[in-house]
């Protein structure tokens, strides 16, 4: 039996979503962060069963005045098909008003009594030309937020086709998933209506719309599929990168999956600017959003790494248009058969597009050593883990789910070998394209093209995707041989996991780069052989490998350890010693090989371990000598980097560069902070531009040694407010942080909550993020904004969540009893909201524990550098 749904929807309300914090590898903050606001008082969320819609028919109304009401009306009519007799239905609605709702079957209709709820979630962004201001509704409804928009079955597995039709101010134009199938005026009306044509079968998420007066440029049409990049206008010129990507990617995943693009009938390829976002970018089938500094490049003013974003940003979501939306997860529970993929592919896909950029080496020091990390610890869920409610969805996506997903596919990659794993993915996307796809589902589509494997792939991946953790290989010598064990790694607890794990290693005078697999290491039985280890595990050596291993290092062209193994050695020590298995006096005397050291990975890895060692040190005759220590290291790379020699065209020699003089200048290194000063001089007093590729660290290191910081800062700030190019504002956002004045990092910091400021509250973490991240006097700044602000905090972003956050990640970095007192005090105040309270206290036990680290590594520290001296 198939029944007609009408609903309509009356006014409902524009609101800006909060942001969340960018991910970047240096500043990112790996460490537990427990929501304790968002439970659910639903312990019934998903729908029953009974009833699958089959299409949508959804008209949307936006009056003339659509921006200053912040409204919209609409009916949506949707067949459903009946798969089991029922006397009553669900489906999902949220903050909108539902005036009537109308069954039909045959001739019969009946009317069920109206529903009132508050207001729409949606994007409502903005942007200025002159003094005009332009406005642009734009929808993200990944994971739960397409029931704000209209009456749905807002599930992913419940897939359907769209009819869209949009009326709206004529002066504007409507962009959605597919093609214009008829536009017309509406009579007695400055209003215009668009009708879409029908979108292939898809999950409600990916429904998308943009009304805006933006202009696009045609791409190069992709087997006369058309491709286009849309934007403000006056970004016109910066859609280049953009518009040469695009197709060149989705020739790439053709190659991978064996399915055209043109296949899923979607019928078009736009991707489209906002310049208010905070999710950064979505999938939309056929309409990809992005936030402006990912999708739009300036290749006079922006730099390297931001054409960098543009293109793995683009190669992320594209290749959704396959792993999300032709084939889609069943439940939010997997969230890693979207994003996993995705984040494979970002590096691996673009890799093949750009391979001078190394972005098959970069994953390594980006992805999988972030997600080593982040599934260190006993509260660290699995690739599949149950979720249900809305909040619960939300923390699915994370480290776990974008980069040990990602980190996953690529072991599967290489155990496989890519012949067998472009076999496998084309098997899983033509059989379940326009369906959903599950774990077993997925790892089932490769067995029939798997080499010699000791066990079926459902069972071989089994603990990878149902158990959280990874292992630790333990190697121990043995005469000539090595024997190999395993056990769960965990930085604190312990867990019995063991699985099936895949062993690449080499044999001296082999080839380091050869990855294919040649042994497995099996549950429960240990393996003889002899070698240097990589994949997703930490490798442990005993005493007498180690010290092999590190006389290897000191040896020219370091005995031809591999650059990414050398970068992994250092991971490994550093979380080994995290963990108690060893001490960081083995660490630093391991990684004294950086002395000889100018290649880019190892000093990524190497850079993370000393920055996270110097901001656990509260002892300040301990940071310089630690300081000392680390630039003492750093002779070679700094030379290999002089702060005038760029070569934009050499992407790892620049990513490089701006890593090197970054660390040179926050140490002290008197030849970088003299000529960043210099060329911030220049800048403002003789208006010459720094180079692209420097201007952040020139920014920065000109206020951090500034002789008048009043005036350096103001002058940043009008350089922020007078530039209308979103990458130069995010670089001088990250700049302005990096005062040591206490009074301007206190006026900055309350820009954040000021409305009108002309901080968007997309980029407000990147704001917090550039104060507390620039050291000690920047964690004080912060933590105290954010406590004698707190009630303002709420209020301007309508709850606690941001100022909640805030508190945990700043007093992450809390290194004395007197930060720590602080935050106690506070805790305790009895004017606090509950949900405040319950998250400063969290932050309090997790401050407290950092406490004791941090003593127990200063006296470790202390003994190491009275040895060496």
């Known amino acids: 039996m198939n029944l007609l749904v009408v609903l309509l929807i009356v006014p409902a309300i524009f609101a800006a979503r909060s942001p969340s914090p960018l991910k970047k590898r240096l500043l990112h903050e790996r460490s537990k962060h427990v929501s304790l606001s968002k439970k659910s008082l639903d312990a ?69 009594a109206s529903t009132e709820t508050d207001s729409l979630t949606d994007t409502k962004s903005w942007y200025t030309e002159g003094d005009t201001v332009h406005y642009v509704a734009s929808t993200d409804f990944e994971a739960t937020n397409a029931r704000k928009a209209f009456p749905c079955f807002d599930e992913p597995a ?100 064996g399915i055209s693009y043109t296949s899923s009938h979607i019928g078009k390829l736009t991707q489209i600017s906002i310049p208010d976002y905070a999710a950064g970018a979505m999938e939309n089938w056929g309409l990809v959003t992005y936030r402006e500094t990912y999708l739009l490049w300036n290749e006079e003013e922006s730099s390297n790494q931001y054409q960098q974003y543009v293109v793995t940003i683009i190669a992320h979501e594209l290749s959704h248009q396959w792993f999300g939306d032709l084939v889609t997860l069943d439940w939010w529970s997997d969230v890693f058969l979207n994003e996993g993929f995705a984040t494979y592919f970002e590096y691996h896909a673009s890799d093949k597009y750009v391979p001078d950029w190394e972005l098959s080496k970069q994953f390594v020091v980006e992805q999988l050593q972030v997600a080593l990390e982040s599934d260190s610890y006993e509260w660290s869920l699995p690739l599949s883990s149950d979720v249900q409610t809305p909040s619960e969805i939300d923390n699915r996506f994370d480290d776990i789910s974008y980069d040990k997903g990602g980190s996953i596919l690529r072991m599967v990659r290489y155990f496989l070998g890519l012949d067998a794993f472009k076999a496998g993915l084309t098997d899983y996307i033509a059989k379940n394209m326009y369906l959903v796809g599950t774990p077993d589902i997925l790892w089932e589509s490769f067995e029939a093209y798997t080499p010699e494997i000791p066990a079926t792939m459902v069972e071989i991946m089994s603990n990878w995707t149902y158990k959280s953790g990874y292992p630790l290989l333990t190697v121990t010598a043995s005469g000539d041989d090595v024997t190999i064990s395993q056990e769960s790694f965990l930085l604190s607890g312990t867990s019995d996991t063991t699985s099936y794990v895949p062993i690449t290693y080499t044999l001296s005078g082999e080839d380091s780069t050869n990855t294919t697999t040649r042994a497995w290491l099996t549950p429960g039985q240990d393996l003889t052989l002899v070698g240097v280890l990589s994949g997703y595990y930490r490798v442990n050596y005993d005493e007498s490998l180690l010290q092999k291993i590190s006389l290897a290092l000191s040896q020219p062209d370091f005995s031809g350890i591999n650059v990414l193994n050398r ?82 065209e050499d992407q790892i020699y620049t990513l490089k560069q701006s890593l090197t003089l970054y660390y040179a200048c926050t140490f002290g290194n008197a030849d970088c902070a003299d000529n960043s000063k210099e060329a911030f001089v220049s800048y403002r007093d003789n208006a010459v531009k720094p180079s692209r590729n420097l201007k952040d660290l020139i920014y920065c290191n000109g206020l951090r040694y500034s002789d008048n910081s009043s005036l350096d800062f103001d002058f940043l700030w009008q350089k922020y407010t007078e530039s209308q190019l979103q990458t130069e504002q995010e670089i001088i956002l990250e700049a302005l942080g990096c005062t040591a ?18 901080i968007r509250r997309q980029d407000v973490y990147t704001v917090y993020a550039s104060v507390y991240t620039s050291g000690p006097e920047g964690v004080n700044a912060a933590f105290d904004f954010a406590i004698t602000n707190y009630l303002q905090f709420v209020s301007y972003f309508g709850g606690s969540d941001d100022l909640n956050y805030l508190i945990y990640v700043v007093s992450n970095r809390f290194t004395t009893e007197e930060q720590i007192q602080k935050l106690r005090d506070f805790s305790e105040d009895p004017d606090l909201d509950d949900d405040i309270r319950l998250s400063a206290l969290d932050a309090l036990a997790n401050a407290e524990n950092n406490l004791e680290f941090t003593q127990l590594l200063e006296e470790e520290l202390k003994d190491y550098f009275i040895n060496v001296s």
């Open 567 to 648: 970068a992994q050695i250092a991971d490994d020590l550093f979380n080994l010693a995290q963990a108690g298995r060893t001490n960081y006096s083995n660490v630093l005397d391991a990684l004294s090989f950086l002395e000889n050291e100018t290649e880019y990975y190892p000093w990524v890895s190497s850079f993370y371990v000393f920055s996270y060692l110097l901001r656990r040190v509260g002892n300040a005759e301990l940071r310089e000598e630690f300081i000392g220590y680390v630039s003492g290291l750093m002779g070679s790379l700094y030379a290999s980097t002089p702060f005038d020699v760029e070569k934009p």
């Open 158 to 257: 419940l897939k359907a086709t769209f009819d869209i039709s949009i009326t709206f101010p004529a002066h504007l134009n409507a962009i959605a998933n597919t093609n214009i199938l008829n536009q017309e005026d509406v009579p007695g009306t400055n209003l215009t209506k668009v009708t879409f044509e029908t979108t292939p079968i898809m999950s409600t998420y990916l429904v998308a719309f943009v009304v805006s007066d933006y202009t696009c440029t045609q791409g190069e049409p992709i087997d006369g599929t058309p491709t286009e990049v849309c934007s403000r206008s006056e970004t016109e010129n910066t859609r280049g990168t953009a518009l040469e990507t695009a197709p060149q990617i989705l020739r790439i995943m053709e190659g991978y999956t």
């Open 741 to 758: 004045d206490a009074d301007l990092l206190q006026t900055y910091l309350l820009k954040t909550i000021t409305e009108g400021s002309g």
């Open 44 to 112: 019934e969320y998903r729908l029953p069963t009974d009833l699958v819609p089959t299409h949508y028919k959804l008209d949307l109304q936006l009056e003339q005045d659509v921006f200053e009401t912040n409204s919209f009306s609409g009916v949506v009519d949707i067949d459903i098909s009946v798969i089991t007799t029922t006397d009553s239905f669900k489906f999902h609605a949220k903050n909108i008003e539902i005036g009537l709702i109308e069954l039909s079957s045959g001739n019969s209709t009946l009317d069920i």
